[in-house]
């Protein structure tokens, strides 16, 4: 298991060096000069000359490789083309509404998503089952944007029972929370699904196994056997499943805050790829990117703690 | 300044608290006192030399101050941080004579020293203002006493005072401005305005807080200080219909940023009150590079403008709520020839094939035009966009009516500029606010603005004659006299398709009493100063 | 052991179990319908997709005022929008499709070559599962990025997705038929290795392979609809399914059907490809249940 941990560990390393790499094509590949873009239109050029020699951009590509890899472990990510501002600085305002949003959709979705999933699974084959597989699947075809835009067309603008632009302030206050709840009803529908599915499969294989068989055979209830024999030990696989779909998440969350104005790194991202703001974009992307790994990363070595099964060759 | 705006409010915000307590009132009524307002793009900064975006002067003019300011008639200049002002007789020295008890945010006294600095900062080289020319050509700016200010110019511009009510000739605290350097109009901002900056996330929201103090607002209000809402918080949602949907919901207050398809619906909801400024000084237009081959007749350009249906555009891309273009700036602004109004050129497709027959242009099989194996085919360089999309497509239907292919390239804004900067296209879109003629043609029709503002290559030393003379005016009647005639050469040459004229159209809720939109540089809210609860 | 004569009746009554299962095979009429409708998209369109009319968000058939010339309505720019839908669709298939195929052609190729040649397995297997740490949509924010936005640019993103994925399926399929006797056998008589990976190893691999991207094709088209949605894929005028959802947000509150026409239509096509999915694996890869 140590072994596990370790190559998820030593594999996070290339990862993190695929996502600077990444980050460094972004600003690379700008069309045209970099100096001159992010010089502005209007600067002589005398001053354009001197970014490029500020950036290394007279340098062999390794070098300047190099010295975005110093910038940016430094914590300096330069700043956005359009607002003058640093990009680290508006990214940082940013993660904590994106991880906000995360959360108010993590706390009810996964849990329903469970739920559902084990009464399919202790009903399987009845109709209960088939309206939550069903449910399910509409869950997984449906676009992300569909629903949040038929959930702000009723709840925000029909029935005018939920705000549906931007954050309203900390989530402890009332206004914060009423914001929210859009969003994350929105982003916690197309989770549901995937999570229901992966629950029913968990505990179906669960109920199947050995010592649920005993328990059965000692004459325990059913509610008993599938609560606190087989739900508990199907939650293990699960919960760490959950944390696999991240990327799903992470894609839902950005065509959220996009639909919702929620001022999180999606939006950001999306806004400034739309305007051309490389720096900005090569920020909020590989932040996004960083996220990931990290949550991939906690996932995989919480899966090799719980489930000492898991080996690695 | 930020913080002490914030103290200032908070101090407020106790004092009311306190008095509400006292008569038995314990509701928090201060939390209805901040409106929303809702509009589709930021600025990229927020200081006033650097800045000529809408976004940014709409929170310019509720931040700082002007000198003079302008009535809603767009015409009648009245006073502004100067009480009064003189202008000699040469037309080259304006004495302008500073209110008393005047304050910075933070709570420092204005004096002519700050407005000097100001003004001098804006036409500094070294600020690099894409708008100094606005200022005229300044001998020097300089402060008689602390409440005298003398502006000398080395030649008589007729169109300074206008020019003064602009953001760009707002007055800012130099030692803001010098403490935070490249963050002043990001970080932080000091002005005298009825409002004062708080904070600013960009491509999120701007939140100003009202400034207490402030008793010197222009007198084309009826309120002229303090503001009469706490808070004024500039959202931004780029999307249409959200914009839409928060002012029909009640999370925004007040916009004039609500597409156009939606007014009627908006109208007919109780709740809502939709208002328009008679003055539409912002246009819409397709200008030509008239040294390019293929667009250089003159035959050629007025066959293009008699096939472009202005009223059907309006009709049918703005559902009627904007005024269609015949004219290149609005008939109702300062100093349009009125000679002009039946000259102007109307949609007419039969004379407009009649014109390109015979300047040789024959339609072929295909239905386009060729000349010498050529065929009529500009190249039209646009903005990307759904408002330029629509526009330049709707060009597009019209000129093949009459056999021109125009030939579409759209470019993102941030490209888009630098493109329009070059000599490789046939025709583009563009679209400007303006004060008076004098403003539009002497940005557009000189022959120094060339390869921009003057797109169009422009180059005739009538028209720069007539633009000096217009500009040294000493009496309205020569400067419209010159600008007239620079109006009449322009139009019969047909240099643009001028597509229509943007009104100013303000929705807000019922709950605000009714704001009467104003339409300087295309800011319908301007000081912010009759926005209150009902 | 001759694999080949195993399988042909097995695979029969696979197909005779998905015959039986009828929801499945409503799905795929419903997809057979919809993708004959977008290939015959020229013909089948009572209009232009790109004409404009006077007559702007004219609501569909079944509204009063709607108007039979216009069955589905018009957009906001009085498009009619049952034949952007046809296009559109074409063009939303078409983008599914071709990055599925490329992503899963490359993914194969490569999870094969890394079973058969155990020395570089290793190192495959790492930079699969590098790739692995990009979602897709993370990749198509990249790809914009970088090449600008566009179908290409999505195409490549998702496609660039799609292969470690399928790397991953193909080598744990591959590894079985590589313990096979009849890979010994082949090499054996020596045939050359292009002949065994091509003969042998492909054609035992191709119905986990081509499952599993059954499976992953409706997720293929919701990324790149939701790219397109965000304004990063498909450009105007031409259509596209997201993007035209994209385009009728400007209308939603009182002409919902612009954006909700090709929002269902989305939906429906992916359902579809998904119980199609589910059906193929439940009766012919039951191992990729997981």
Redesign the interface.
């Known amino acids: 298991m140590a072994q596990h941990v370790l190559y998820r560990l030593l594999l996070a390393v290339p990862v993190l060096f695929g996502v600077l790499l990444l980050g460094f094509l972004l600003l690379q590949l700008v069309p045209g000069d970099p100096a001159t873009v992010i010089a502005g239109p209007m600067a002589p050029p005398a001053v354009i000359e001197e970014i490029r020699r500020e950036l290394g951009l007279d340098k062999p590509v390794i070098v300047q490789f190099f010295l975005y890899l110093v910038r940016v472990l430094q914590g300096d990510l330069g700043h956005s083309l359009i607002s003058n501002t640093s990009v680290i600085e508006e990214l940082a305002a940013a993660v904590g509404p994106t991880v906000e949003l995360m959360v108010a959709c993590l706390v009810w979705s996964v849990p329903l998503g469970i739920a559902m999933g084990t009464v399919a699974a202790v009903r399987q084959g009845g109709l209960l089952d088939r309206v939550i597989m069903a449910f399910s699947v509409a869950g997984v075809s449906m676009p992300i944007f569909f629903i949040g835009l038929l959930l702000m067309q009723y709840f925000g603008f029909v029935w005018q029972l939920l705000p549906f632009i931007g954050r309203g302030g900390p989530l402890w206050s009332i206004d914060g929370l009423r914001h929210i709840v859009l969003p994350a009803v929105s982003l916690g529908l197309i989770f549901i699904g995937p999570v229901a599915r992966m629950t029913r499969t968990a505990v179906l294989e669960v109920l199947r196994a050995d010592h649920v068989r005993t328990a059965r055979a000692k004459g325990l209830r059913e509610k008993t056997v599938v609560l606190k024999h087989a739900l508990r030990n199907a939650l293990i696989p699960v919960v760490t499943l959950v944390g696999l779909q991240a990327g799903y998440l992470l894609g839902g969350a950005v065509v959220t805050e996009s639909i919702y104005s929620w001022p999180g790194v999606g939006r950001l991202a999306v806004g400034a790829i739309l305007s051309s703001d490389f720096p900005l974009a090569q920020g909020a992307i590989m932040v996004l990117a960083l996220a990931f790994i990290i949550i991939n990363l906690i996932v995989d070595v919480l899966y090799a703690v719980l489930d000492p099964r898991v080996q690695r060759s | 300044m930020a913080t002490t705006a914030l103290k200032a409010t908070a101090r407020r915000l106790l004092a009311g608290g306190v008095c509400l307590a006292a008569a038995g009132l314990v509701a928090a009524p201060a939390l209805a006192q901040s409106i929303t307002v ?1 509009r589709e793009v ?1 600025s ?2 927020y200081d006033p030399h650097r800045s000529t975006a809408r976004a940014a002067s709409e929170v310019l003019f509720m931040v700082a101050d002007t000198l003079v300011s302008l009535d809603y008639d767009m015409q009648t200049v009245k006073p502004g941080l100067a009480e009064r002002w003189e202008v000699s007789d040469d037309g080259k020295t304006y004495t302008f004579h500073l209110k008393d008890g005047v304050k910075f945010c933070d709570g420092k006294k204005m004096t002519a020293a700050d407005v000097v600095y100001s003004l001098k900062r804006w036409i500094d080289p070294a600020t ?1 203002s ?1 708008v100094a020319w606005r200022a005229g050509e300044v001998e020097d700016i300089v402060a008689v006493d602390d409440r005298t200010v003398e502006y000398r110019l080395k030649a008589p511009f007729s169109e300074l005072l206008y020019q003064l009510t602009q953001s760009f000739a707002v007055v800012i605290d130099q030692a803001t401005v010098e403490k935070l350097g ?1 963050d002043f109009g ?1 970080k932080g901002f000091n002005g005298t305005g009825p409002y004062c900056w708080v904070e600013w ?5 701007l939140k100003l807080a009202r400034n207490p103090d402030y008793n010197w607002g222009p007198p084309i209000y009826e309120n002229t200080g303090p503001a009469q809402v706490e808070e004024i918080v500039w ?8 914009r ?3 002012v ?5 207050e007040i916009t004039q940023y609500v ?1 156009y ?2 007014l009627n ?1 908006l109208r007919a909801n109780p709740q809502l009150l939709v208002s328009q400024s008679d003055a539409a000084f912002w246009t819409y237009f397709a200008g030509f590079k008239i040294d390019r081959e293929m667009v250089s007749e003159e035959a050629v350009r007025q066959a293009m403008v008699l096939a472009v249906d202005q009223d ?1 555009i309006a009709e ?1 891309l703005y559902f009627g709520e904007v005024e269609p273009a015949h004219s290149y700036i609005s008939q109702a602004a300062l100093d349009w020839d009125k000679d002009l109004d039946d000259k102007l050129i109307r949609t007419d497709v039969e004379k407009a094939g009649k014109l390109l027959d015979e300047a040789g242009w024959k339609m072929e099989s295909d239905g386009f035009r060729y000349k010498n194996g050529k065929k009529l085919s500009p190249v039209a360089y646009s903005f990307a966009g ?1 408002t330029w ?2 526009l330049m ?2 060009m597009q ?1 019209d000129l093949r009516k009459v056999g021109v292919d125009l030939d579409i390239q759209a470019f ?4 888009a ?2 493109k329009m ?1 070059t000599q490789e296209f046939d025709v583009f879109g563009m679209s400007y606010p303006y004060i008076s003629a004098g403003d539009a043609l002497n940005l557009y029709f000189r022959s120094a603005n060339t390869p921009t503002p003057n797109r169009m290559n422009w180059k005739d030393p009538e028209t720069d004659e007539l633009l000096d003379r217009g500009k040294a005016a000493l009496d309205p009647e020569t400067r419209a006299q010159a600008y007239g005639k620079v109006l009449e050469k322009v139009h019969q040459a047909a240099v643009w398709i001028p597509l229509y004229h943007e009104p100013m159209k303000l929705v807000q809720t019922k709950k605000l009493a009714p704001v009467k939109p104003h339409n300087i540089y295309g800011c319908g809210l301007y000081k912010g100063l009759d926005i209150k609860f009902q | 052991m001759n694999a080949t004569i195993e399988d042909v009746p097995q695979r029969r009554s696979a197909f005779r179990r998905l015959f039986r299962d009828g929801a499945a095979l409503l799905a795929l009429a419903v997809l057979a319908v919809i993708v004959a409708a977008a290939l015959l998209a020229p013909w089948l369109a009572p209009h232009d997709p790109f004409a404009t009319t006077r007559q702007p968000l004219l609501p569909p058939v079944w509204n009063e005022a709607g108007q039979w010339a216009f069955p589905f309505g018009t957009d906001g720019q009085g498009r009619d929008i049952l034949s952007r839908l046809l296009y559109g669709s074409r063009l939303t298939l078409l983008m599914g499709l071709l990055s599925v195929a490329i992503g899963g052609g490359i993914g194969m190729v490569v999870g094969m070559l890394s079973a058969f040649y155990r020395r570089i397995d290793p190192f495959i297997m790492r930079v699969v599962d590098v790739l692995l740490s990009f979602p897709a949509i993370l990749l198509g924010l990249a790809v914009a990025a970088i090449f600008g936005t566009g179908v290409t640019a999505i195409i490549i993103a998702l496609a660039i997705a799609t292969i470690p994925d399928v790397a991953r399926v193909t080598r744990s399929a591959a590894v079985v038929v590589m313990g096979q006797d009849f890979m010994e056998a082949g090499r054996a008589i020596g045939l050359s290795d292009a002949t065994l990976i091509r003969r042998y190893l492909a054609l035992n691999c191709i119905s986990s392979v081509f499952v599993f991207l059954t499976l992953r094709f409706g997720q293929v088209i919701l990324i790149g609809a939701a790219l397109s949605f965000l304004g990063l894929g498909a450009k105007p005028p031409s259509a596209e399914l997201g993007m035209m959802a994209a385009q009728g947000r400007d209308f939603l509150f009182f002409a919902p059907h612009v954006a909700t026409i090709p929002s269902l239509t989305i939906f429906l096509i992916v359902l579809c490809a998904n119980m199609v999915g589910d059906a193929l694996r439940d009766v012919l890869d039951p191992r990729l249940r997981r």
Request: negative net charge.
């Open positions: 809702v930021d990229d900064r690099k894409p490249g990001v996330r960009p491509r999120n929201d959202k931004i949602v780029p999307e249409e219909n959200t839409m949907a928060a029909a919901t009640g999370q925004s597409p398809s939606t619906t059907a049918n759904s999309q629509k497509e709707a239907g993102d804004a941030t490209i500029w630098g900067a």
